[in-house]
C-alpha cells in the first residue's frame, strides 16, 4: 500500500542491502496530482520502505529506465525521451524524443525525503539513457558516471532508425 506507480525496470540493491528504486507514470492525471516520478528507499535493516517521493516540478513522463548510485547517493535520469499521448493517434513508439529538452541527471543522498534534497545538473543537450553502467565517488567527492547516452533515441521498432549511443563519463559535483 505504500508504492503506488510502477516501479522501474532496474531497482539497484547497495552495499547496505538497500533497494533503491523509482517509478514513473504516464497517467497525465497522476502526473498532475503527485509528478511524474518517484524515487525511494526500501531499507533492509527496517524492512520498510524508508523514502518515496517526487524528485522533480516537472510536468512530463521521461523514459527512465534505470537508476545508479554510489556510496553516498542515487542517481537518476531525466532524459529527451518523453511520454506522448499523440503516439495513440498517430502510431508509433508512445515514448519519443523531444530534442528541445536536455538530458538532465538528478543526485539526491540515499537519505533524501523531499524534492528540495535533489540536485539536478542539466548536461546541456538532449540525450537518452537507457542502461547507464557505473557511478562512484572519487577522490575529491566529485560523482563520476559511465554511460552510454543516444543524442536522438528512437523506440519505435517499427522504425528504420538506427540508435547510435556514444560512450560518456559525466564528473559532477553533488552540492
Not at 534505470?66 to 547517493?73: A, F, I, V
Amino acid at each position: 500500500g505504500v508504492l503506488n506507480y510502477p516501479v522501474s525496470a532496474h531497482p539497484r540493491i547497495d552495499e547496505n542491502g538497500d533497494l533503491l528504486f523509482h517509478s514513473y507514470s504516464a497517467n497525465t492525471l497522476e502526473i498532475e496530482r503527485d509528478g511524474p516520478i518517484k524515487v525511494g528507499r526500501f531499507s533492509l535493516a527496517n524492512g520498510k520502505v524508508e523514502s518515496y517521493f517526487v524528485p522533480t516540478a516537472e510536468k512530463y513522463c521521461s523514459f527512465s529506465h534505470s537508476l545508479l548510485h554510489t556510496e553516498k547517493y542515487m542517481i537518476i535520469f531525466d532524459g529527451s525521451v518523453h511520454f506522448d499521448v499523440n503516439a495513440m493517434l498517430d502510431g508509433g513508439a508512445f515514448f519519443r524524443t523531444k530534442l528541445e529538452y536536455n538530458l538532465r541527471i538528478g543526485i539526491l543522498p540515499k537519505t533524501a525525503s523531499q524534492i528540495e534534497d535533489v540536485v539536478w545538473i542539466d548536461t546541456g543537450k538532449p540525450g537518452g539513457v537507457v542502461h547507464p553502467l557505473n557511478s562512484w565517488e572519487d577522490h575529491d567527492e566529485s560523482i563520476v558516471i559511465w554511460t552510454p547516452v543516444c543524442d536522438n533515441l528512437a523506440l519505435d521498432l517499427d522504425s528504420d532508425e538506427i540508435n547510435v549511443f556514444r560512450m560518456v563519463e559525466f564528473r559532477l559535483d553533488p552540492v
